[in-house]
T-cell receptor
Framework: DAGVIQSPRHEVTEMGQEVTLRCKPISGHDYLFWYRQTMMRGLELLIYFNNNVPIDDSGMPEDRFSAKMPNASFSTLKIQPSEPRDSAVYFC??????????????FGNGTRLTVT | GQNIDQPTEMTATEGAIVQINCTYQTSGFNGLFWYQQHAGEAPTFLSYNVLDGLEEKGRFSSFLSRSKGYSYLLLKELQMKDSASYLCAVREVGRLAFGKGNQVVVIP
């Protein structure tokens, strides 16, 4: 059974460029989460979706960040324009039965973003 | 909102027992998870507690006291492969918020 698939694994870009991160959740999971991880702040929840609908985007840093989930098997996180402080590892995770029960989150391998 | 506190780092000897603590404050508790994260890898699920008490899974056990906002993860018979960061995460409805993790270094 394939896990959560993220692409690219690594992304190096220059300040001001647009960055798009991609995620394919585990088939049948109806919740999808985007997290960002840095040494200073740890794992921060950016946004999560239920049945393709954004439920809570209060963690999105600012208007430069946007996320979409056009169907149950695909989500994107876009940063435009990117800044050096956006450098981090971005994880996508999915879970079944939502977040109100003991369904663990399954994480993808992450995208390591470096903005120079 | 949530406030999750974990100590940052500890070193232990192979074969020993180590306890990792987590304290939290939350407005709506819906369970506590422990995850393991090796350097450069994704977090992987270890255990889940929603009721007070101890949950045991092989060499790993996790304890929860909801009234105290406190949990610990107990690692027994430490192995070198247990060197990793251990993250506690508190679930409110729909959200899972993580602590910064506790780095465990296992030495021979």
């Amino acid at each position: 059974d394939a896990g959560v698939i993220q692409s690219p694994r690594h992304e190096v870009t220059e300040m001001g460029q647009e960055v798009t991160l991609r995620c394919k959740p585990i088939s049948g999971h109806d919740y999808l989460f985007w997290y960002r991880q840095t040494m200073m702040r740890g794992l921060e929840l950016l946004i999560y979706f239920n049945n393709n609908v954004p439920i809570d985007d209060s963690g999105m840093p600012e208007d430069r960040f946007s996320a979409k989930m056009p169907n149950a098997s695909f989500s994107t996180l876009k940063i435009q324009p990117s800044e050096p402080r956006d450098s981090a590892v971005y994880f996508c995770a999915s879970s079944a039965q939502g977040a109100t029960y003991n369904s663990p989150l399954h994480f993808g391998n992450g995208t390591r973003l470096t903005v120079t | 909102g949530q406030n999750i506190d974990q100590p940052t780092e500890m070193t232990a000897t192979e074969g020993a027992i180590v306890q990792i603590n987590c304290t939290y404050q939350t407005s709506g508790f819906n369970g506590l998870f422990w995850y393991q994260q090796h350097a450069g890898e994704a977090p992987t699920f270890l255990s889940y507690n929603v009721l007070d008490g101890l949950e045991e899974k092989g060499r790993f056990s996790s304890f929860l006291s909801r009234s105290k906002g406190y949990s610990y993860l107990l690692l027994k018979e430490l192995q070198m492969k247990d060197s990793a960061s251990y993250l506690c995460a508190v679930r409110e409805v729909g959200r899972l918020a993580f602590g910064k993790g506790n780095q465990v270094v296992v030495i021979p």
